[in-house]
């Protein structure tokens, strides 16, 4: 199975499946010398557990990390970083009645019609227990970021027709859907009570904001930062939309409406120097922090749709493996809504893709690649 390696000069390669030993995560290329220990890691990963509240699935996992290489006495050592969780609380038999069923909303027949076979328990590794490779992975880049002044900050934009109308960052750690607007979150807790009553599930919109990004990182053409971006994003299993900015608002805008204007007033957003003395500004950020293919230096502004959770307990209508029409209905332990646990994995993805970007993109000036050599030969003179 190929598709499981992700980023260029930051690597990481997924593994396991949902009901096998366990999930894990490899990350190579993480420079030497960056602090790092298993709490690190775990603090990321409690925000993605399952068993957090009446709105995430009731499996019960720990979803304790292992850190198991490539960090010698709490430093990273530049060598692959690999990290691993254990399945403790599989129910399979849950699934037995899927063997020769295909799910509606899953994954189940593209695996068939691709490899033949397919481990029906929970969805293997299709399964959204996936995304705890990538949230540990994501932890090292958000603290690689970190050290580089860079935050990525991700929350629940809407739930179903339930939009925070408020960003309250301090409200998002306050209630189970990570919503920035306390009075939005009540709407929405009671809208997905309704929902989970009639045996159904919502989706929602994330949103996302990287500060502190300067300008220029990503590149012109292939390597895009919003490309790359949409590319990451796109690559978690429930999203189905990635836009950023204004997004599918700006094709209603006109031209003079969508650019952002430049200005050298220092009471706007600082995106980069000039000559002289004048700095560079941008009056407003409709381009969400991207312009080009490179960042701009305002904020980075993107949002992530996010389907609602095929796993439902009403009937549907499917077939099975034989092309037989059958009627569904799927047991087991789901999540009603899948956005407040998909906050920590789109605030991981982003901050692989960016960790990514801004160390292919250190030898873009002679200049650049001199100063490094100089602080090589400095150290090796001493």
Same mark, same amino acid.
Request: glycine share 12%; hydrophobic share 35%; net charge negative.
């Given at each position: 199975?190929?598709?499981?390696?992700?980023?260029?000069?930051?690597?990481?390669?997924?593994?396991?499946?949902?009901?096998?030993?366990?999930?894990?995560?490899?990350?190579?290329?993480?420079?030497?010398?960056?602090?790092?220990?298993?709490?690190?890691?775990?603090?990321?990963?409690?925000?993605?557990?399952?068993?957090?509240?009446?709105?995430?699935?009731?499996?019960?996992?720990?979803?304790?990390?292992?850190?198991?290489?490539?960090?010698?006495?709490?430093?990273?050592?530049?060598?692959?970083?690999?990290?691993?969780?254990?399945?403790?609380?599989?129910?399979?038999?849950?699934?037995?009645?899927?063997?020769?069923?295909?799910?509606?909303?899953?994954?189940?027949?593209?695996?068939?019609?691709?490899?033949?076979?397919?481990?029906?328990?929970?969805?293997?590794?299709?399964? *959204?227990? +996936?995304?705890?490779?990538?949230?540990? $992975?994501?932890?090292?880049?958000? /603290? &690689?970021? #970190?050290?580089? !002044?860079?935050?990525?900050?991700?929350?629940?934009?809407?739930?179903?027709?339930?939009?925070?109308?408020?960003?309250?960052?301090?409200?998002?750690?306050?209630?189970?859907?990570?919503?920035?607007?306390?009075?939005?979150?009540?709407?929405?807790?009671?809208?997905?009570?309704?929902?989970?009553?009639?045996?159904?599930?919502?989706?929602?919109?994330?949103?996302?904001?990287?500060?502190?990004?300067?300008?220029?990182?990503?590149?012109?053409?292939?390597?895009?930062?919003?490309?790359?971006?949409?590319?990451?994003?796109?690559?978690?299993?429930?999203?189905?939309?990635?836009?950023?900015?204004?997004?599918?608002?700006?094709?209603?805008?006109? *031209?003079? +409406?969508?650019?952002?204007?430049?200005? $050298?007033?220092?009471?706007?957003? /600082? &995106?980069? #120097?000039?000559? !002289?003395?004048?700095?560079?500004?941008?009056?407003?950020?409709?381009?969400?922090?991207?312009?080009?293919?490179?960042?701009?230096?305002?904020?980075?502004?993107?949002?992530?749709?996010?389907?609602?959770?095929?796993?439902?307990?009403?009937?549907?209508?499917?077939?099975?493996?034989?092309?037989?029409?059958?009627?569904?209905?799927?047991?087991?332990?789901?999540?009603?809504?899948?956005?407040?646990?998909?906050?920590?994995?789109?605030?991981?993805?982003?901050?692989?893709?960016?960790?990514?970007?801004?160390?292919?993109?250190?030898?873009?000036?002679?200049?650049?690649?001199?100063?490094?050599?100089?602080?090589?030969?400095?150290?090796?003179?001493?």
């Amino acid at each position: 199975m190929s598709g499981s390696l992700f980023g260029k000069n930051l690597q990481l390669m997924t593994w396991g499946e949902s009901h096998g030993y366990g999930i894990g995560a490899v990350l190579d290329g993480v420079p030497a010398g960056l602090s790092l220990s298993e709490e690190d890691i775990q603090t990321y990963l409690d925000r993605r557990k399952p068993g957090q509240s009446a709105f995430t699935t009731q499996r019960s996992e720990s979803d304790t990390v292992i850190l198991m290489s490539g960090v010698f006495e709490g430093v990273t050592e530049g060598t692959p970083i690999s990290m691993m969780v254990k399945n403790a609380d599989q129910h399979s038999k849950d699934y037995s009645n899927l063997k020769d069923v295909y799910r509606p909303g899953h994954a189940d027949y593209g695996f068939d019609a691709k490899f033949g076979v397919r481990d029906y328990r929970g969805g293997g590794r299709s399964s *959204g227990r +996936e995304t705890a490779g990538r949230v540990m $992975a994501g932890a090292v880049a958000a /603290k &690689i970021l #970190s050290e580089l !002044g860079i935050t990525v900050c991700a929350y629940t934009k809407a739930i179903g027709p339930v939009k925070a109308e408020k960003i309250d960052l301090a409200a998002v750690q306050e209630n189970p859907l990570y919503m920035p607007d306390a009075e939005a979150a009540e709407e929405a807790s009671e809208y997905l009570k309704d929902l989970q009553a009639k045996g159904d599930s919502a989706g929602g919109i994330i949103e996302c904001c990287v500060t502190g990004l300067p300008a220029g990182i990503g590149e012109p053409v292939f390597e895009k930062l919003d490309a790359s971006l949409a590319k990451a994003i796109l690559s978690i299993g429930a999203v189905k939309g990635f836009e950023i900015g204004e997004g599918f608002a700006a094709a209603g805008l006109t *031209g003079s +409406e969508n650019n952002d204007p430049f200005t $050298a007033d220092p009471g706007s957003q /600082k &995106i980069g #120097s000039a000559v !002289g003395e004048n700095v560079i500004h941008k009056k407003t950020n409709h381009s969400g922090g991207t312009l080009g293919g490179m960042s701009d230096g305002s904020p980075l502004v993107f949002r992530a749709a996010v389907k609602p959770t095929p796993s439902i307990s009403s009937a549907q209508e499917t077939v099975t493996r034989e092309g037989e029409n059958t009627e569904i209905v799927i047991k087991g332990r789901h999540d009603p809504v899948i956005v407040p646990r998909a906050v920590v994995v789109v605030e991981c993805m982003a901050a692989l893709t960016i960790a990514d970007l801004l160390l292919t993109g250190q030898g873009s000036r002679l200049s650049d690649v001199k100063a490094y050599m100089d602080a090589v030969r400095g150290r090796q003179n001493r």
